[in-house]
């Protein structure tokens, strides 16, 4: 017994001991972790607040996003409103290069860890036209985890933190902002949704219930309701689509719409084109730009009144039922 107990001690020490261990670090932190919070910044005066024009060359082709009025523009797209968030990340990462790891001295080499003209090329510039970083960003490191960096006027190359080519290079996504709608679901008072089938008229009620008013009279089902306003709510693209007339996507007259109406009277509207190649070409009806969904995110949208239609008995019916059953 007493051999038993001993060894539960033993255990719980042990158990003690590693928790200790792990939140103390009586042994200090590891050398990495010494490297990553004693090296210098790769760009000592960067300031990405000042930041007003960022060009991004990758494989010869250069893209120009340009801040004004605190808003980022794809300048290279006519202008385009960029991806703010993507913006943002890539200054972020910019200002937090660090000098970690010396990898070479050697020139000739630039071109092995792709920190030359054959990886990503970015300058980021203030609004007076000064470069206050100009960097070569190169391939990833042998463990995937880190990256390859140059800055463009010296020829050490260092290990910089994290995957970098996807924060630097949208490649076929491009730096556009990808957002077709962004409102609050909670606002939403009414819908409309007009297929080639039939046409859905949903509304809020006095208790804050989904009722279907067409093509029937129904309770609609909250959940599903629900899952279609996240979706439509914050709606981004999956493709852009070149600008062509309306005529050629089926979008100049539609037959398939969805339609949200705010409480501030505002209204969301949806067009819905024809299908290509696994995706259906949309456009907001205020817009002129032309998205492409693919088909499985429009039938998020564009629902049937039977799968909307709440069959679930009132709770009365169902008490009654009870009750009838009981007397019987």
């Given at each position: ?284 009806e205020d817009k002129d730009s032309i998205f492409m969904l693919f088909k499985s995110r ?31």
């Amino acid at each position: 017994m007493k051999t038993k107990q001993i060894l539960i001690l033993l255990g719980i020490l042990a158990i003690l001991l590693l928790t200790v261990l792990m939140l103390e670090n009586p042994f200090g932190k590891d050398e990495h972790t010494k490297k990553i919070e004693t090296a210098t910044t790769l760009f000592p005066n960067f300031d990405k607040d000042s930041i007003t024009k960022v060009e991004v060359t990758v494989s010869g082709e250069t893209t120009t996003l340009t801040k004004e009025n605190d808003q980022w523009l794809v300048a290279s797209m006519d202008n385009y409103p960029a991806d703010g968030d993507g913006v943002k990340e890539l200054l972020d990462k910019v200002a937090k290069f660090k000098k970690i790891e010396l990898i070479s001295k050697n020139p000739e080499k630039q071109a092995d860890f792709q920190v030359d003209s054959s990886g990503i090329e970015a300058k980021l510039l203030d609004s007076n036209g000064n470069a206050q970083a100009h960097v070569f960003v190169g391939k990833t490191t042998p463990s995937f985890l880190d990256s390859y960096i140059r800055a463009a006027d010296s020829d050490n190359v260092y290990v910089a933190t994290g995957y970098l080519k996807s924060v630097f290079d949208k490649s076929t996504r491009t730096w556009k902002d990808r957002t077709i709608f962004e409102f609050n679901k909670g606002d939403v008072t009414q819908m409309n949704i007009k297929s080639e089938a039939e046409e859905i008229e949903l509304q809020l009620d006095e208790d804050g219930k989904w009722q279907m008013l067409k093509p029937i009279i129904s309770t609609a089902k909250q959940t599903e309701i629900d899952s279609l306003l996240n979706t439509l709510s914050s709606l981004d693209t999956d493709d852009f689509a070149e600008q062509k007339d309306l005529v050629e996507y089926e979008l100049d007259a539609p037959k398939s719409l969805i339609s949200a109406t705010l409480n501030d009277g505002s209204t969301r509207v949806l067009l819905i084109g024809k299908e290509e190649s696994g995706k259906h070409y949309v456009k907001r009806e205020d817009k002129d730009s032309i998205f492409m969904l693919f088909k499985s995110r429009i039938n998020q949208l564009i629902k049937k009144s039977e799968d909307l239609k709440d069959d679930t008995p009132p709770a009365e019916s169902v008490s009654e039922t009870a009750e009838e059953v009981k007397e019987e």
